[in-house]
């Protein structure tokens, strides 16, 4: 049975210029233990789409449905939402620079996530807590449990959130962006650091960003989103070697060093469209280069991709244009190689 | 940390010699007549002179200055022109009037400034948050001599008129008169400076706490499903008081030095009345005692607050 499904999630803003629907019904699962990553340019409503199920995003009108282990987040109370937050989901967001609170210890701020699910005595807590920074590979954590966040390299800050967000083994950890403030190198690690705790916990994890070569090393799973609509959805594997979307292969082609050609990037020409408009019934059609008539006609559904059940996508082109890529896209077999390091 | 207080105490010093000068330049620009005063209408010019060498004021201008700072360094800042009281004795009975002002006050502003501040920022935009910042703009805008001669017409002579005599007309009554006279007698004052200095703290508080509320890190306290509650006290407040604390050391400091207005109108004997009436009459030393005393309050109290600073924000500790 699926940990999280999400069916058909709306999310609007009322603001001065009009309602902006950030996320046009939205559908996706999580397995236990699987992560899922959720790719898409800035503003194609990823980040909303998955904050709005913790129902932490102010002002917005939420519709649908997301069932979690039996519980549909969105019509839970706000108490039932405060149980699940932090016990049951944990989150990480983007930049760790900002998302500790500067005036207290790292060693305080996880403790009282423990303390404030579990009725355990401090000192206890304050040992898992070194427990969970050690987990982390934070050096000494001992000695630097009572450090200010300040202290802590942005790296290490991030891998503080991830030991604070696990303290309480959640079923699911939200990573929202969780690389894209830090610099490669260490962006790897943190990865790494989550892989491991992932596969120590057993933990789901739903990954947001907008970097292929992140999903490439850790997604089992892979959702497309453009302007607040998810366009293709499919196991990783699918996703490099058979997409089907042309978004998808926009996004795949305008990667550094993975393009067409080597020494030139191949962006995807235009700009993702305002979110206050109608869109067209394919809300990919302004910036597409296979572009027909029935486009502009008629929404393409999510439908399967011949012949794979579970690789969908929302695109009126051949089904069996998936499989044409396989051969051609071997240009992109030097992304899938850091998925294997 | 040492080097920086030791650099902030030097600098005070300075700061309070400067001060020193400037009053004694003032004053000596304005012809004096001091003796005239004292001597009365049918003075002839050979009393003039006598009380004027009595009081050292036919001495050069430096002779004087030079003699007020070597007994200033010993505790002595001289004794008044008119009764021959000793300067420090007069500001001695001075000073606790003004604390009770200034402290009282302070604990009404804070409670009330923070309260509506962080009320206003959590609901920004309601019902209630319009109505602080009505609130607020009345009295900000609200002279305090007036606010304090209205809360005389209504809660003193309108009162007293219709049979309640709640609150005295002004005047002070020291702790050893009991508590409750010595409340009632500040309740008033305390209003009108309080109320003026919470609508500058709603304000404050108002915006530091938005600022804050927008902080990552309260998005992340609520995704650890802490209640409202905490993320608003502990979280938010915790941060947004930071520049609220700074202000309110300044502010305090200020008006430990004496508060003018407010003690004039509800003829409070404190340091700000006691200067008031010293500027009237030219009485030199205690001009100079209270001025070198208030400017003190704020020497010190900007350098508590760096010291306060630093205990609140750990980023500022280490650096």
Not at chain 1, 3 to 21: C, I
Not at chain 1, 266 to 275: E, R, Y
Not at chain 1, 287 to 292: A, E, G, L, N
Not at chain 2, 211 to 235: C, F, M, P, Q
Request: hydrophobic letters at 45%; charged letters at 20%; aromatic letters at 10%.
């Amino acid at each position: 049975m699926a940990l999280l499904e999400v069916d058909d999630l709306h999310v609007s803003f009322d603001t001065a210029d009009g309602v902006v629907r950030a996320v046009r019904g939205v559908s996706f699962t999580v397995e236990p233990g699987q992560t899922l990553g959720i790719v898409g340019e800035s503003g194609s409503g990823k980040s909303v789409a998955t904050q709005s199920l913790t129902r932490l995003v102010a002002g917005a009108k939420i519709t649908g449905s997301a069932m979690f282990d039996g519980l549909d987040l969105l019509h839970a109370s706000q108490r039932e939402m405060r149980r699940i937050r932090g016990r049951r989901i944990g989150m990480i967001f983007q930049d760790p620079l900002s998302s500790l609170h500067p005036c207290y210890t790292v060693g305080w701020q996880i403790i009282e996530m423990i303390r404030a699910h579990e009725s355990v005595p401090r000192r206890r807590a304050r040992q898992r807590a070194i427990e969970l920074l050690d987990l982390v590979r934070i050096p000494n954590a001992r000695a630097r449990i009572d450090d200010f966040p300040h202290q802590f390299s942005g790296g290490m800050r991030q891998r503080v959130m991830i030991a604070m967000a696990m303290a309480l083994n959640p079923a699911l950890l939200i990573a929202d962006e969780p690389t894209t403030a830090l610099d490669v190198t260490v962006q790897a690690q943190v990865l790494k650091v989550m892989q491991d705790v992932q596969a120590d916990t057993g933990t789901a994890i739903i990954l947001i960003t907008h970097d292929l070569g992140v999903i490439a090393d850790v997604a089992d799973e892979v959702v497309v989103m453009y302007a607040g609509q998810v366009m293709e959805r499919a196991r990783r594997r699918e996703i490099f070697y058979q997409f089907h979307h042309p978004y998808t292969e926009g996004l795949l082609a305008s990667l550094p060093g993975h393009g067409g050609t080597r020494d030139r990037l191949t962006p995807i020409p235009g700009n993702p469209p305002s979110l206050l408009a109608k869109l067209d019934p394919c809300p990919f059609v302004p910036r597409c280069p296979y572009v027909f008539d029935k486009c502009r006609r008629e929404v393409p559904p999510l439908a399967p991709v011949h012949p794979d059940e579970r690789h969908l996508s929302a695109c009126w082109l051949e089904p069996d244009r998936a499989l044409q890529f396989e051969w051609e896209s071997s240009k992109f077999a030097q992304i899938s190689s850091t998925a294997h390091r | 940390m040492f080097r920086f207080l030791i650099l902030r105490i030097l600098q005070g010093i300075l700061v309070l010699w400067l001060i020193t000068v400037a009053v004694f330049a003032l004053f000596f620009v304005v012809p004096s007549n001091v003796a005239r005063t004292l001597a009365g209408r049918q003075a002839t010019p050979r009393t003039i002179h006598l009380i004027n060498h009595r009081l050292g004021l036919d001495q050069p201008i430096l002779k004087q200055y030079w003699d007020f700072i070597s007994k200033a360094f010993h505790g002595d800042l001289g004794y008044d022109y008119y009764h021959q009281i000793p300067v420090t004795h007069i500001m001695a009975q001075a000073l606790p009037i003004t604390l009770s002002l200034a402290i009282g006050a302070a604990v009404i502003w804070m409670a009330l400034g923070v309260f509506n501040g962080v009320v206003s920022a959590i609901h920004p935009r309601s019902v209630a948050d319009r109505s602080m910042t009505v609130f607020a703009l009345f009295f900000y805008s609200m002279p305090s001599f007036f606010l304090g001669l209205m809360l005389l017409f209504f809660l003193y002579y309108k009162l007293t008129l219709a049979g309640y005599k709640w609150f005295p007309a002004g005047g002070y009554a020291p702790l050893s008169q009991g508590v409750g006279q010595w409340f009632l007698h500040m309740v008033l004052p305390w209003l009108t400076l309080a109320l003026v200095l919470a609508a500058t703290y709603t304000r404050l508080t108002r915006s530091s706490m938005l600022d804050v509320l927008g902080e990552d890190y309260i998005k992340t306290a609520r995704s650890k499903g802490l209640n409202e509650r905490r993320v608003t006290y502990r979280h938010a407040l915790r941060s947004a008081l930071t520049p609220v604390v700074t202000q309110f050391g300044i502010d305090l400091g200020q008006l430990i030095g004496g508060v003018v207005i407010t003690e004039t109108v509800f003829s409070l004997p404190g340091l700000g009345k006691t200067a008031i009436d010293a500027i009237t009459q030219q009485d030199l030393p205690v001009i100079i005692g209270i001025v070198l005393f208030a400017s003190a309050c704020v020497v010190v109290a900007n350098i508590l607050v760096d010291l306060l600073y630093a205990f609140l924000d750990p980023r500022v500790r280490l650096s």
